[in-house]
């Protein structure tokens, strides 16, 4: 179960007044160099989706259905199986594996500021649960430099993005949870704490803005997220020299106290990671019911795993079209 921090998210109203940079550019992904310089991810699913990451030369083949991987009018295309159907006996023996991808950025980072821009997210669909996110590069050492912050994640119907924190030893936060008093990830527990953005931030509501941005920054005392829709993105990060001091106050706003938090040691060597999964520990996490609470009564079919598999047209706006995914590093 995630933990909600003692934030209040809000929308942020940005100043289209030019400012003077506090940020420059360390690297920016886009249709010139994107599939140069991530790997895609074809282990099984770690969080237990309905789901097979395929390989960068199957993605991007027109051999055997439309392309997942692709440059589209200069933007980057990530996307989801929305052809194959699978059979009632697929289902009855647990055999939908949906392809999608999961692409991860060769190059770490630590700190810094990280924007996407997105012209368009994955729809709102049952079943689907895409994420753009950072991560420690050694995913199964959770504990000692287990770090990860969630920027935009969220499944099926909702409305509202979910934006994560997972932090190691090396970093408490004060959170609503009595029985647990930080965003720490216990080994072996996908614990941490949520911060949910306004209405209108996740999948058709989002998409619906004309896209935008999220920008997530990690420093040495502050973890902030803020959103912009695509009419209200500051001129300054349009112009490519951010000033993050002039935003406001993000939609996820920490800052930790005194010593409880060090922020070099718990977030370093971070991946940027964006992916597509299916059903899954959140979209089908069977201790809260997630399916049953919304889609079973949306869709008329008892099982994630069925609807996913036999109504491959939902998944039809399953994609990330990606503008550009940048990160500065602050001016010295």
């Known amino acids: 179960m995630l933990l909600h921090l003692l934030v209040v998210p809000t929308f942020v109203v940005a100043s289209t007044c030019a400012s003077a940079p506090s940020y420059k550019l360390n690297v920016k992904y886009d249709a010139s160099n994107f599939f140069d310089s991530f790997d895609f991810f074809t282990d099984t699913d770690p969080t237990n989706g309905n789901v097979s990451y395929i390989s960068y030369p199957e993605a991007s083949s027109t051999s055997k ?8 009018n200069n933007k980057v295309y990530l996307g989801a199986d929305s052809t194959q159907h699978f059979s009632d006996e697929e289902v009855a023996n647990k055999q939908v594996f949906r392809k999608s991808v999961r692409v991860e950025s060769i190059q770490t ?19 689907v649960w895409p994420a753009f996110w950072v991560l420690h590069d050694n995913d199964a050492a959770r504990g000692s430099n287990y770090g990860e912050v969630d920027i935009y994640e969220g499944i099926s119907l909702n409305t509202a993005n979910e934006m994560t924190m997972h932090t190691n030893q090396h970093c408490t936060i004060p959170t609503e949870n009595p029985d647990n008093g930080n965003c720490l990830d216990p080994e072996g527990v996908a614990a941490g704490c949520e911060v949910d953005a306004p209405d209108g931030t996740f999948g058709d509501e989002f998409n619906k803005k004309g896209g935008g941005v999220w920008a997530l920054l990690l420093d040495n005392k502050n973890v902030k997220i803020w959103y912009f829709e695509n009419a209200k993105i500051p001129q300054d990060l349009r112009d490519g020299n951010p000033n993050p001091t002039k935003w406001g106050k993000g939609v996820l706003d920490v800052t930790p106290k005194g010593s409880s938090c060090d922020m070099k040691k718990a977030f370093q060597k971070m991946k940027i990671i964006l992916n597509i999964t299916f059903c899954g520990d959140m979209a089908d996490d069977k201790k809260e019911k997630t399916w049953e609470k919304k889609c079973a009564a949306a869709t008329g079919v ?24 940048t990160h500065y590093l602050p001016l010295e």
């Open 302 to 325: 008892k099982t994630c795993a069925a609807y996913v598999g036999q109504n491959e047209h939902a998944f039809d706006e399953a994609y990330f079209l990606i503008n550009s995914l």
């Open 109 to 127: 980072f630590d700190t810094g500021l990280f924007v996407g821009d997105f012209e368009h997210v994955p729809g709102s669909a049952c079943g």
């Open 65 to 72: 259905g439309p392309q997942l991987a692709k440059y589209d």
